[in-house]
């Protein structure tokens, strides 16, 4: 079969490819991913198709393959999707393709690149696929809406850590104010975007999707009577995941030199990490790569995400590796206000120093230098040495076995072995990991 590169790309170890065969004598078309090398001799692949039609074709020689991208193999089969999608292979009669998705099973995902497209179209031009933003006059009481207001009971959508800015809101609550409410004068064109009965769960509600501080600085504003809002009907946001709708609702925030609430890199990198980790795909895809390239980073900016979403990738890694029975440590849990109580207790005494660490942080053992020095300085007539460590997770606990224990017990040594300090005891104690059943 002859196979054709589009655009000249060429494989360098990628694990996937989308590929298009082609029907020389009737154009006949079929769209499907594959793994690693499409032309590895030792694992030839054409097609996982069964369409008859198209496996007769194949036989007789008339198909063609093109292949269309390289990338990561869970990207590949997204990528393929929109392929289909697009077409609507299942409706065309020009296509082998039986069903709207023939790869395998992926969750049902967005493409970052178009949610941008589609962010930036309402942002730039308050409007959408032909759909206009229009001004709402708003029934207030005070600095709330009226519940008879149609949007009074409005479901809002915000991809972010921190939801609200109390300064941000206050900024636009001034603008407003400073126009006497007259937003259609401002050269800001202030503007929310709402889905129209919008699914969500088990309810069908309007969706505040973009333009949130907007919406609650025009309620705060004493001039804040007119609202900008660009309705999207059902008929075209019915289709769209919700992981489709929050990349829209990120994306619409944008990275500009405009008085909006940016998407900060915390919020970026919170939703790359969501994406890899939904989708399972690699954090070098392409769909991570489109993502970046579309908040308008400066270089040390995209370099400090790259640092964030591999600092929290870790994170869950060292998560997973936690025992079943995991005991919890930190500040608030039942486990650390136990040993927090019991330590008190111990410093009741004069002549005791106690304290809870985690092996994870690097002050771990300054007290113990301390400590030697308050001996020599006669500042403490210390007896009793309690060191309590923890281990947040299993890597730290493997880190701390290998690096530092044996300096601890070798301190410890050291330390009741010196008849200068006359000291009575000195104990390590590493508090369990998990409860036993």
């Known amino acids: 079969m002859k196979t054709t590169y589009e655009n000249n790309i060429t494989y360098s170890g990628q694990s996937g490819y989308v590929y298009k065969l082609i029907n020389t004598k009737n154009n006949k078309y079929y769209y499907g991913s594959g793994q690693g ?33 390289f990338d990561d193999l869970s990207s590949c089969r997204i990528i393929e999707k929109g392929y289909i999608d697009d077409a609507d292979a299942v409706n065309d009669p020009n296509s082998y393709n039986q069903s709207n998705f023939t790869g395998a099973k992926t969750n049902k995902v967005s493409d970052f690149g178009e949610a941008n497209r589609i962010a930036t179209e309402m942002r730039e031009t308050q409007s959408y696929n032909g ?32 939801v609200e800015s109390g300064d941000h809101i206050s900024l636009i609550s001034t603008i407003i104010d400073d126009a006497e409410g007259r937003i259609e004068t401002l050269e800001q064109k202030l503007t929310s975007v709402i889905l129209e009965n919008r699914k969500i769960g088990s309810r069908v509600k309007n969706q505040l999707i973009g333009g949130r501080h907007t919406f609650k600085a025009t309620l705060r504003a004493e001039y804040g009577t007119k609202l900008r809002v660009l309705f999207i009907p059902a008929s075209i946001h019915s289709h769209w995941s919700d992981d489709f709708v929050e990349d ?24 790359i990490v969501k994406k890899i980790t939904t989708l399972n795909i690699s954090k070098d895809s392409s769909q ?27 994170r869950i890694e060292h998560e997973k590796s936690k025992p079943e029975h995991f005991i919890d440590y930190k500040k608030g849990t039942d486990a650390r206000d136990e040993i927090d109580d019991k330590i008190k207790k111990l410093n009741e005494d004069p002549h005791t120093f106690a304290k809870l660490y985690s092996t994870g942080k690097t002050s771990l053992g300054d007290d113990i230098i301390k400590l030697i020095s308050q001996f020599y300085d006669g500042t403490k007539n210390l007896k009793h040495i309690a060191l309590y460590l923890y281990h947040p997770d299993i890597p730290t606990m493997k880190k701390y076995k290998s690096k530092y224990e044996k300096d601890f017990k070798n301190t410890k040594k ?24």
């Not at 001004?135 to 008879?148: A, C, E, F, M, Y």
């Not at 829209?248 to 939703?271: M, Q, T």
């Not at 308008?296 to 400090?304: D, F, G, H, I, V």
């Open 37 to 69: 090398n499409p032309e590895d001799p030792e694992k030839p692949y054409v097609t996982s198709s069964k369409n008859p039609e198209l496996k007769e074709a194949i036989a007789d020689g008339e198909i063609e393959r093109h292949i269309l991208t």
């Open 131 to 162: 759909i206009k933003a229009k001004i709402v006059k708003l029934k207030k009481i005070g600095n709330k809406l009226d519940p008879s207001d149609p949007l009074y009971d409005l479901e809002f959508l915000q991809p972010r850590k921190i």
């Open 248 to 271: 829209i609702a990120l994306a619409h925030n944008g990275r500009s030199a405009i008085k909006a609430l940016e998407s900060s890199l915390d919020d970026i990198a919170f939703r």
């Open 288 to 314: 991570i790569k489109v993502m970046k390239d579309s908040f308008n980073l400066t270089s040390k900016q995209r370099a400090t995400v790259t640092r964030m979403v591999n600092k929290e990738l870790e």
């Open 414 to 437: 050291f330390m009741l072995q010196h008849k200068g300090l006359n000291l009575e005891t000195f104990e390590i104690i590493e508090m369990p990991m998990e409860e036993k059943e």
